[in-house]
């Protein structure tokens, strides 16, 4: 969850963002990057919710997770401790052997430029990095300005930035399927009904009861099977996101 998003370290997370912690964790273990020596770089980590599960979930040394609105004070309001999630505030100088940068170049204006400049300076030769970023420019929403997005990517943009910073996809596809439908229709009411801009976002926190929530839970597992199976045989199924798992290219 981006800081901005954050209202209190105890949120309830959606559903959305249990099942894509699921799959993305599944696609480094299916690679064997979560080994006890692996040492991983959380670029735009947010509220470090995501490393911290995968700490929890996985016998790892500390993750470093980066992200410029950390503070001093924000290892004791996120409660992570620093022997499992190091915060940093600035790029650390040190390389890794894998680096997640999810659903975090949009948010950079030269994407391209800090892209490579990772790449050359924090990934480790012959090391993984990570990356999803939010697809299809006609999905732009109120909610990504007020997130500051730069932009939404389509698949051909999202290929030639990978190949700009010399990686190359082991693993690629969309996420999220089933979610264009209802995104689009939001999209388009948004349009038709032109409101105000937003200028604070209402609580993020999932609501819903256990019913609901084990209703939609198993419908976006089901639609992380489906990523699974069309990334498995190479077909370039549409979702809401775009994601790769890369190697640096040879040269």
Same mark, same amino acid.
């Given at each position: 969850?981006? @800081?901005?998003?954050?209202?209190?370290?105890?949120?309830?997370?959606?559903?959305?963002?249990?099942?894509?912690?699921?799959?993305?964790?599944?696609?480094?273990?299916?690679? #064997?990057?979560?080994?006890?020596?692996?040492?991983?770089?959380?670029?735009?980590?947010?509220?470090?919710?995501?490393?911290?599960?995968?700490?929890?979930?996985?016998?790892?040394?500390?993750?470093?997770?980066?992200?410029?609105?950390?503070?001093?004070?924000?290892?004791?309001?996120?409660?992570?401790?620093?022997?499992?999630?190091?915060?940093?505030?600035?790029?650390?100088?040190?390389?890794?052997?894998?680096?997640?940068?999810?659903?975090?170049?949009?948010?950079?204006?030269?994407?391209?430029?800090?892209?490579?400049?990772?790449?050359?300076?924090?990934?480790?030769?012959?090391?993984? @990095?990570?990356?999803?970023?939010?697809?299809?420019?006609?999905?732009?929403?109120?909610?990504?300005?007020?997130?500051?997005?730069?932009?939404?990517?389509?698949?051909?943009?999202?290929?030639?930035?990978?190949?700009?910073?010399?990686?190359?996809?082991?693993?690629?596809?969309?996420?999220?399927?089933?979610?264009?439908?209802?995104?689009? @229709?939001?999209? @388009?009411?948004?349009?038709?009904?032109?409101?105000?801009?937003?200028?604070?976002?209402?609580?993020?926190?999932?609501?819903?009861?256990?019913?609901?929530?084990?209703?939609?839970?198993?419908?976006?597992?089901?639609?992380?099977?489906?990523?699974?199976?069309?990334?498995?045989?190479?077909?370039?199924?549409? #979702?809401?996101?775009?994601?790769?798992?890369?190697?640096?290219?040879?040269?």
């Amino acid at each position: 969850m981006d @800081l901005k998003e954050v209202n209190s370290a105890n949120v309830a997370r959606h559903p959305w963002e249990l099942t894509r912690f699921e799959f993305f964790q599944n696609v480094l273990r299916r690679h #064997g990057l979560l080994a006890p020596h692996a040492s991983i770089l959380d670029i735009g980590s947010g509220d470090a919710w995501f490393s911290g599960e995968l700490a929890a979930n996985n016998p790892l040394p500390a993750i470093t997770c980066w992200d410029q609105r950390y503070t001093d004070s924000s290892s004791a309001d996120l409660g992570v401790s620093p022997s499992t999630i190091q915060l940093r505030n600035t790029r650390p100088k040190e390389q890794y052997d894998l680096i997640l940068m999810l659903d975090v170049l949009e948010h950079v204006e030269d994407d391209l430029g800090f892209l490579r400049e990772t790449v050359s300076k924090n990934l480790r030769p012959g090391g993984s @990095l990570l990356i999803s970023v939010p697809a299809w420019k006609h999905l732009e929403s109120d909610h990504d300005r007020w997130l500051e997005h730069f932009r939404r990517y389509v698949p051909r943009q999202f290929r030639n930035a990978l190949q700009f910073a010399n990686l190359t996809p082991q693993k690629k596809g969309g996420l999220f399927h089933s979610l264009l439908l209802p995104r689009s @229709l939001g999209v @388009l009411k948004e349009k038709l009904l032109k409101p105000e801009p937003l200028e604070e976002e209402p609580t993020l926190q999932w609501q819903a009861g256990p019913l609901l929530s084990k209703v939609v839970t198993t419908a976006l597992r089901a639609d992380n099977r489906l990523s699974q199976w069309a990334s498995d045989i190479g077909v370039p199924l549409p #979702g809401l996101s775009l994601w790769a798992l890369c190697q640096q290219s040879s040269d």
